[in-house]
């Protein structure tokens, strides 16, 4: 006789492991996106994940594991990598309890109780960058083995990943035979590398990578722009029977060769951040930006690949939406990378599903703004040299990278100029009437002082002026939490 609850019960398990399975699969076949949170004014965490369900994205990177944003994935089907900041890579390494705490509550909590799709966990974000001279090299592999362990010992390890964000200066091929057969990884770094990707290669998890071509047109004025794109039309780089149109190829084959000669040649890779700014710089805009990403992702869906890895790419833009607190040091264009505005507006069309037809992103929907009104340079005022002080005063405060030479709004008269910088820093504020004053040369105007070019925004009614020190404070606190639980288990 058939057991007939039995039957039952097998039926919607395998319901239950083919919707698991589809979605797999949609995400393996789609392009993720990064979403960073370095902005003084946020859009909510439920309005950006019903953005990315919007748009169709199957596939989110973040740079923490920010329990707001969490729970806003809650039950999204969006598979999620999740990441640990560079500064508490030593006290995971030197820690294996501290590691595991971690992976309690920041995986183990999220995927048992409340359904986030969790595929894997970032540990670090380029830890080898030149800039950071070295102060998270030694950190990041006992890091990266005490968070797998982790994960092993949840359960955890078959399904969910460990991997490292590395940046594409780990590798190069040197100045007198330029081509990816030449790469190595950058030798003072090439000993502890090899073990990274030992550790990975060990536990079955890919190498991420981040490849950003618009840095090459950024530090090299002579570096032909064509090859920074898709459309075939530079003049192609030969590599013994390897033909190089693009520098993207270029850059991912010189890893693929710098695996092959590490004895990894078979070593999966995902691309962690590519993408391009549209504004900050000369090369940095919207027509630049579309076209790159565009034909990124017609060629990394194609299933063409690179001449050494044929097949489709798994990349996630870079990035989401624009960060207007992030450091400038890099570049004025490190705070316009976003395919969305800081308020969920998109800047061009993109289909991404690669076929490069022209489709519209979708707006962040109900999305509240301060009143319409702005803060600008009074017309009376004829004595622009006693205004500067409060324009450097206001842009040491606020987001005046616009701006800059080649940026949107480098063409402002200096009256538009100390406009823009007044009300940038009036919104950031939250439109309180002290932050529209600068020694009396200001007032608040209800006309848009916008052109074609230049947008003066109006701030999103989210977050505050302190938040970025609010949320600092917040994950100080935390970490310090995650220390003294630990603390009562010694």
């Not at 690949?305 to 097949?311: E, Y």
Request: net charge negative.
């Amino acid at each position: 006789m058939v057991d007939l609850e039995k039957l039952h019960f097998v039926r919607i398990r395998f319901v239950f492991m083919t919707l698991i399975v589809s979605e797999a699969t949609l995400a393996a076949n789609s392009v993720g996106v990064n979403w960073g949170r370095m902005a003084t004014h946020q859009l909510p965490p439920s309005l950006v994940v019903q953005m990315l369900r919007d748009n169709g994205f199957k596939k989110v990177k973040l740079f923490d594991a920010d329990e707001k944003t969490m729970k806003a994935l809650m039950g999204s089907g969006i598979e999620v990598m999740l990441a640990i900041p560079n500064y508490m890579l030593q006290f995971l390494g030197e820690d294996y309890g501290v590691a595991e705490d971690w992976v309690a509550q920041n995986v183990t909590r999220f995927i048992r109780n409340a359904g986030v799709n969790i595929k894997y966990v970032a540990v670090g974000n380029e830890p080898f960058l030149k800039a950071y001279n070295g102060t998270f090299a030694s950190a990041t592999l006992p890091a990266l083995q005490n968070i797998q362990e982790a994960l092993n010992k949840a359960n955890l390890g078959k399904r969910i990943k460990a991997t490292v964000p590395i940046n594409a200066d780990i590798y190069n091929s040197p100045a007198s035979n330029p081509v990816p057969s030449a790469g190595e990884f950058r030798q003072e770094d090439r000993g502890t590398v090899l073990q990274i990707i030992r550790s990975l290669s060990e536990n079955n998890a890919p190498f991420t990578v981040n490849i950003y071509p618009f840095l090459s047109l950024y530090v090299n004025p002579y570096f032909p722009v064509e090859f920074a794109f898709f459309d075939g039309r530079a003049e192609p780089i030969q590599d013994g029977t390897a033909l190089y149109t693009n520098v993207f190829d270029a850059n991912l084959d010189t890893l693929v060769w710098s695996l092959k000669k590490a004895g990894y040649p078979d070593m999966p890779i995902l691309v962690g951040e590519v993408g391009w700014p549209t504004d900050g710089d000369k090369n940095a805009n919207v027509k630049y930006a579309q076209r790159f990403n565009q034909g990124l992702l017609r060629h990394a869906m194609s299933g063409e690949g690179t001449p050494l890895r044929p097949g489709k790419i798994e990349v996630y833009l870079f990035s989401l939406i624009d960060e207007n607190a992030k450091s400038t040091a890099p570049g004025a264009f490190e705070r316009h990378w976003g395919l969305f505005e800081y308020d969920g507006k998109p800047k061009y069309e993109l289909d991404l599903s690669g076929h490069q037809e022209n489709k519209a992103l979708v707006s962040a929907v109900e999305v509240d703004y301060l009143p319409r009104r702005w803060c600008v340079l009074d017309p009376e005022q004829k004595d622009l040299i006693s205004s500067r002080e409060a324009v450097e005063y206001a842009c040491s405060h606020a987001d005046c990278t616009a701006l800059g030479y080649g940026s949107s709004c480098n063409h402002l008269s200096l009256q538009g100029n100390a406009s823009y910088a007044f009300n940038m820093y009036y919104q950031m504020r939250g439109q309180h009437r002290d932050d529209c004053d600068f020694s009396e040369v200001a007032v608040v105007t209800d006309q848009d002082p916008s052109d074609a070019t230049c947008r003066f925004p109006v701030m999103i009614a989210y977050g505050s002026a302190t938040a970025q020190d609010s949320n600092l404070i917040r994950t100080l606190l935390n970490l310090l939490g995650v220390f003294m639980v630990h603390g009562m288990y010694l």
